[in-house]
């Protein structure tokens, strides 16, 4: 059973940084999709990024483009999301979130019903 850690999360000032990680375990294969997803209160969960761990093909959205960056360390099975010049609309629990699945394949990457396990969440404060 595939099981997600997100970490890294905290509060920042407006322009600052911080780098979120997901660890992925229970998943034997080398091929998948991790997603990040964030939730503002009372909003919609959005997705924000993804990567597909084989050729590390990677997906942006529009709103985070230039500033945000998901990577991953194949041999920790973690991947993560570089958060740059955050703005004070990037607040909200960040979600990782699994498919054994290309990213791209089937539904757009950021489609929700896309992925299979989520991670319980980490909270990133944007505030001055």
């Known amino acids: 059973q595939v099981h997600l850690v997100e970490s890294g999360g905290g509060s920042v000032q407006p322009g600052g940084s911080l780098k979120l990680s997901c660890l992925v375990s229970?998943?034997?294969?080398?091929?998948?999709?991790v997603a990040w997803f964030r939730q503002a209160p009372g909003e919609e969960r959005d997705g924000v990024a993804a990567?597909?761990?084989?050729?590390?093909?990677?997906y942006t959205a529009d709103s985070v483009k230039g500033r945000f960056a998901v990577s991953q360390d194949s041999a920790k099975n973690t991947h993560y999301l570089e958060m740059n010049r955050l703005r004070v609309e990037d607040a909200g629990m960040y979600y990782c979130?699994?498919?054994?699945?290309?990213?791209?394949?089937?539904?757009?990457?950021?489609?929700?019903?896309?992925?299979?396990?989520w991670g319980q969440g980490t909270q990133v404060t944007v505030s001055s």
């Open positions: 229970g998943y034997v294969a080398s091929t998948y999709c």
């Open positions: 979130a699994f498919t054994p699945k290309h990213c791209g394949a089937g539904t757009y990457w950021w489609s929700r019903e896309k992925y299979d396990t």
């Open positions: 990567i597909y761990s084989g050729g590390g093909y990677t």
